[in-house]
């Protein structure tokens, strides 16, 4: 019962502001400990902290029990359960993660450039932490070890704050990582989870802009919005991901029915899931029917515009609303497009600029479309599905940001780092 | 008397948050517009606008001359007058800013890395505008132009908030960059100007975020402390520059002497100017003196700590507020330290994470403090009055970031921009 009776020994007696406030100061603390850290001790936690994940699974699965008790009385939904519910293979992917983590390069002290001044100053760019994170998410518990694990990778220390839902599953899975690090003669509080599920302690980390860096919220529209609008602190998020498949007029029949059929159904609830498919005109008669077919068949809903619901009776009306519609669903908006400039259009109209795919034999469509849309992800002759750190080879990822500030795209241990200029002289004075 | 006419009868009827509105969206159609535009056109708009501003001298210092009297009568302070003043030669110096922006490498495009996955997809990170940039500055009229400059050459739209004071100049030379827009056959919305003086301008042009996507504020603490509070856009900003020189026991005399007096007397003015001195206990008594002495003659005032001030009868006693104060005047801050860890340690308590130079013959400890001081840039044997975009070969800059995020240090056109992932396929879905 350890997991359960460490929450609840723990009544603070320090109000909410005190607490968020002597966490960001022991963060900071930790995190200019950690910054000069030894990859290998970064990766001995890591690893000491999945041995400890398997080791203690019975005390999580207990800790996740209670969780799913009070879920359960509180009528969460059957989605929510299932993201909150723990069993040994969930388990197993936690400390297997974590050891993911551990295989990947550390980008801390990285030379980005590196270049010679006329005056003689040689000047490198280096990879350092940002300093402090921030990460508030819902009833994932495991998001506590892959953030954890991430910001530590990356030289950064971490404030957790996560849903009450998960909170017993939460504090079981954050011991492990705390006596990671002890193990790994790192602080402590490199890694931290707010030993509350009182709300009003988002509202103050996102006010502690003295201790934190950057704020990651992974969760649903509701806590992303409300981040963004309450933070003092930059905030790296995923908003929405209005993912559009493009079939030009000289698309390949064949690979354009694989690639809307995996783009909108391999798994409808991701971000990079397509949402609406636009055809070209000239290509409507002969590519749309076998598409749609294939989509009614895998249990898509089509909703389409007129000339899309003319070529199949069980296409439905699409309306206004559906082309700025991120279903997360199995339902597709369908148009035909006049053209290339009409599909580009379309885009930057409704799209939420995360990712899109022009499928087309005609390099020079593909090239102008890759071009001229403005979205953190275009692909040609691929799946949008592939918006995935891992998939892009960057290993495991904090999430996709929307944002165009400093990571945009995939957010891995790469893109939870800044830099510093570090300058060789020999005596140079400024004229 | 063209350019105040056209200030004159700019009466507006429609309300300022109307107004913002409509320059921001305004600016956001322009900046997509601009995105993929040639650098070409780019550079020919720099030209045209270059030769705007040599033709139309008369008009801009006669609109000066109007700034100047309304600045005269409302006591504006003799810095802040200089500050607006223009002459032939600081027009010249204008004309020839946006040449130089023009010679500037084109960022828009750039393949940042180029990697193949093991299931064919070939992906490329490539460098695009940021997109729309809202600058608030305040009394140099230059800034209209640098900041238009560095906005087009990096492809991104730019709204210009000058103060009230430079308001006339600085209509006068925003005319200048829209003719040489429209000469390059450029929307002349990429580059516009706030046409009131109304503040509430400024607190609209914060909240703009759907339209802009970067605030640079120019200015005084003041303004950069409003903007970091109300702004719900990212701000990329220059906060403190505390700057430290730090003569450890294995350094050079005369090397230290050198870098220390231009360190600080140079320009006093400027963020990289040093503003406290660390000097070794070990080499206090041979290097303190004659450092010291250099200082007082070239008109410095010296305050130190009680070891400092027996060294030399004219060191007056530095306070605990001394450690903390950016002097940007001819006043330094002196402390005998016992070791590098005393210097590492006292920089990271008092400095603001700007920019710090190790005088020293030793390897070993510049590695150890270039390693562990986490400040933007860290200069070893070299001044910091080098924390300089164009000092790094970076072309103009348009101010040195003091945040962390995106862009760390000097902010060039390279900063200005972000990216996107173009992925080709072959026809890949998912597994």
Redesign the interface.
């Known amino acids: 019962m350890s997991a359960i009776e460490t929450a609840e020994i723990t009544t603070l007696d320090e109000d909410t502001g005190a607490l968020m406030t002597r966490l960001g100061q022991a963060a900071r603390a930790a995190g200019?400990a950690l910054?000069?850290a030894s990859t290998e001790a970064k990766n001995a936690a890591l690893h000491a902290a999945a041995a400890e994940i398997r080791a203690r699974s019975g005390d999580i699965l207990e800790a996740n029990a209670a969780d799913m008790t009070a879920a359960r009385e509180s009528n969460l939904s059957g989605a929510k359960l299932d993201r909150l519910a723990l069993d040994d293979a969930r388990i197993e992917g936690i400390a297997k993660g974590l050891e993911d983590v551990a295989g990947l390069p550390d980008p801390v002290g990285d030379v980005m450039a590196y270049?010679t001044?006329p005056n003689g100053?040689r000047?490198s760019r280096v990879r350092?932490p940002?300093?402090v994170i921030g990460i508030i998410y819902e009833s994932r518990p495991n998001v506590t070890a892959d953030a954890g694990a991430l910001s530590l990778k990356s030289g950064n220390a971490a404030i957790l704050r996560g849903g009450s839902e998960s909170h017993y599953s939460s504090r079981a899975i954050h011991e492990c990582l705390r006596l990671g690090l002890l193990a790994a003669d790192l602080p402590e509080a490199v890694i931290q989870l707010v030993p509350t599920s009182d709300r009003v302690a988002v509202g103050e980390l996102l006010r502690l802009h003295e201790y934190v860096?950057?704020i990651v919220p992974r969760g649903g529209r509701s806590l992303i919005e409300r981040v963004f609008e309450d933070s003092r602190i930059?905030v790296i998020a995923h908003l929405d991901g209005l993912c559009h498949v493009y079939v030009h007029g000289d698309a390949?029949l064949t690979?354009a029915r694989?690639?809307v059929?995996?783009?909108k159904m391999?798994r409808t609830g991701i971000c990079g899931a397509a949402e609406t498919l636009l055809v070209d005109k000239s290509v409507a008669e002969t590519h749309l029917p076998p598409i749609i077919g294939d989509l009614i068949d895998a249990g898509c809903e089509v909703r389409g515009d007129t000339a899309t619901q003319s070529l199949d009776g069980r296409v439905t009306a699409a309306r206004e609303e559906d082309w700025t519609t991120e279903y997360l669903d199995a339902i597709l908006s369908v148009r035909v497009v006049d053209d290339l400039d009409a599909a580009i259009q379309h885009i930057?109209t409704y799209g939420s600029h995360h990712t899109e795919s022009i499928v087309t034999d005609d390099t020079e469509a593909?090239e102008r479309f890759?071009?001229?849309v403005?979205?953190?992800?275009?692909?040609?002759?691929?799946?949008t599905?592939?918006a995935?750190g891992g998939?892009?080879?960057m290993g495991a990822e904090i999430g996709i940001s929307t944002?165009?500030?400093?990571a945009?795209?995939p957010v891995g241990v790469e893109q939870l780092t800044?830099?510093?200029?570090?300058?060789?002289?020999?005596?140079?004075?400024?004229p």
């Open positions: 200019s910054g000069p270049w001044r100053l000047i350092v940002l300093g860096d950057i930059p390949d690979m694989d690639i059929l995996n783009a391999r930057e593909a890759l071009n001229e403005d979205s953190a992800i275009l692909l040609h002759n691929a799946s599905q592939f995935d998939e892009f080879g944002g165009r500030l400093h945009r795209g800044t830099f510093k200029y570090v300058v060789h002289g020999s005596g140079q004075v400024r």
